[in-house]
């Protein structure tokens, strides 16, 4: 609890992002076409980039990176009013990549840049126009 987090993606389709602080874990429910229940990492939002960013939709399938640069999460909803974000953990990536033909992508989840308060929104302009972070448009 009280980890960073540094959020980085497309929200509205346009390059942001969200510097986070870990809150907890927490159950998401899901009820429409099918019942989902699975625990998820809770995190408190505390910058975003850029400042007229009224919303974060469109930022579902991004990295959570940590200090170390490590992947610690995927972004998976917000909740706007509170300025809460959610995320599956790194645990769940790591059974879904073992479940997958990826195992040797388990020992690349490093960027091998540390990330601090200075240099986040740098690294994420920097990862999105080299193409390590990309846009993802799903038609279904």
Not at 24 to 38: D, I, T
Not at 121 to 129: E, G, P
């Amino acid at each position: 609890v009280g980890d960073l987090g540094y959020s980085i993606g497309f929200p509205k389709g346009e390059p942001g992002q969200a510097r986070l602080k870990f809150a907890g874990y927490v159950q998401m429910v899901q009820r429409g076409a099918y019942y989902l229940k699975e625990p998820v990492k809770m995190w408190i939002e505390t910058q975003r980039q850029p400042r007229s960013l009224d919303r974060m939709g469109g930022i579902s399938g991004g990295p959570i990176f940590n200090n170390e640069g490590s992947i610690v999460g995927v972004h998976v909803a917000n909740s706007v009013r509170r300025g809460r974000a959610f995320s599956v953990d790194e645990y769940s990536i790591a059974w879904l990549l073992m479940a997958t033909s990826k195992k040797q992508e388990l020992t690349r989840n490093k960027t091998q840049t540390n990330l601090s308060d200075k240099n986040w929104s740098d690294k994420a302009d920097t990862w999105r126009k080299n193409g390590n972070i990309k846009k993802v448009i799903c038609t279904i």
